[in-house]
């Protein structure tokens, strides 16, 4: 069998598993969970990176990694390479880390700091705007450098958060308008002016659906989550149809204390896919730390109520957030394989304070990389589970799980309109 007919096989195999997920998704049943090959199947899997991760926004990092000129941060989503940077007018760009010339990356660390970006192969040299300044003279006189620029991805900032887009095309949608209200709702926390204080990055053997679908509700924390139960509360935001009297009355009291100090809180959500609520913690609580106490003696931007709840930030594909007084989290997930995702955790804090005297990093992460860990524990023994050939989807309780449910309806949903 020659080498084409392998491609053709593979091409051939890759059109009948689109065909079996169109029919996958538009069959199953809306609050039960996924059949299987849709969370195991290698061919599955690369229809996700296309049809979601290749062409849908995607949360990468926060705006003040980079806070100079020349200031990058990298990251891979699936087999394609990004480079995000800062540029000299204060704008940040993103880019396709493959070098005009042969393709090599041109930024090879995770972070840095550079004046032009030059290709380690042969010294091609970029500018931060992506601009080809230098590709030597072996090149000829007729080479003609401005067709050679790095390519862009799609790259939009808002409250400090960027969001980049592999597609051709911006997917249409609400997505600005979620924008917009991010920038409203950021506002407190003058994003601008803080720091990365500590990232982690965990590899979970399991499907990122799994890890999506494990955030989405908190029906397990009471089992598995002691550390963070000690200043969360399980709701999932005020909307919660499981929320009691006693909860509600509790936020509104909160609610009137944020009022006062011109903090937005009211809930806003964009479809099923954006949200973002401010939720109080335990009374007594100010934030996820061990003791509920403070994480950071400096508060962030122009805060002065150190009880001012999590504001939760969910955006799907990847990514749900807890902005809190003194310092904020942001997770991101991105898939590595059809079994294999990787979690990156990062916790910021104001950019004067100093490690060791305002906060220390062991004591800010104690909550999260506890819960991280359980719930990776809980995602590899479903991944499991999903494998064998007796599992069969199961049904979703609608008070509990619903926000699984909207996960999964905004996902087959997307799927299926991108793949017609």
Request: proline letters at 4%; charged letters at 25%; a negative charge.
């Amino acid at each position: 069998m020659t080498q084409n007919d392998l491609l053709n096989l593979s091409y051939a195999s890759l059109d009948q598993a689109r065909e079996e997920m169109t029919h996958l998704l538009s069959e199953r049943r809306r609050d039960y969970s996924l059949p299987r090959p849709l969370y195991n199947d290698p061919h599955m899997f690369r229809i996700d990176m296309e049809e979601v991760f290749q062409k849908e926004w995607l949360f990468v990092g926060m705006s003040s990694e980079i806070p100079a000129k020349g200031d990058y941060f990298t990251v891979e989503i699936g087999q394609n390479p990004v480079l995000i940077v800062r540029d000299a007018d204060g704008s940040i760009n993103a880019f396709h880390n493959s070098c005009r010339h042969r393709g090599s990356r041109v930024c090879t660390e995770h972070r840095g700091k550079v004046a032009n970006l030059v290709c380690p192969y042969h010294q091609w040299t970029y500018d931060l705007k992506g601009n080809l300044l230098f590709a030597g003279t072996e090149m000829g006189e007729a080479f003609d450098m401005k067709q050679h620029g790095l390519k862009k991805t799609h790259c939009k900032v808002a409250g400090g958060f960027i969001f980049i887009c592999l597609g051709k095309e911006e997917p249409e949608g609400d997505f600005d308008e979620f924008l917009a209200t991010l920038e409203e709702y950021m506002e407190p926390y003058d994003v601008e002016n803080t720091k990365l204080a500590v990232e982690s990055n965990m590899y979970e053997q399991a499907n990122w659906k799994l890890v999506i679908e494990n955030n989405r509700e908190c029906y397990h924390c009471a089992g598995s989550h002691p550390e963070l139960l000690n200043t969360i509360l399980e709701w999932d935001d005020t909307n919660d149809p499981r929320a009691p009297q006693e909860f509600l009355d509790h936020y509104q009291r909160m609610a009137a204390q944020w009022d006062a100090e011109g903090i937005p809180h009211e809930h806003k959500s964009f479809g099923v896919r954006n949200r973002i609520v401010r939720m109080p913690l335990k009374e007594g609580t100010q934030v996820m730390t061990i003791d509920g106490e403070q994480a950071c003696s400096k508060l962030l931007g122009r805060i002065k109520n150190r009880h001012l709840g999590s504001m939760r930030i969910l955006h799907l594909p990847n990514s749900w957030n807890h902005m809190q007084s003194d310092h904020f989290i942001v997770f991101r997930v991105l898939p590595i394989s059809a079994q294999e995702s990787l979690v990156t955790t990062k916790w910021f804090v104001h950019k004067d304070a100093v490690e060791g005297v305002d906060y220390n990093p062991e004591r800010l992460r104690q909550v999260w990389d506890a819960t991280n860990d359980q719930d990776r524990v809980l995602g590899e023994e479903n991944q499991r589970g999903i494998n064998s050939i007796g599992y069969e989807p199961g049904p979703y309780s609608k008070t509990y799980e619903f926000g699984v449910i909207n996960f999964l309806d905004w996902y087959s949903d997307t799927v299926l309109k991108n793949l017609g």
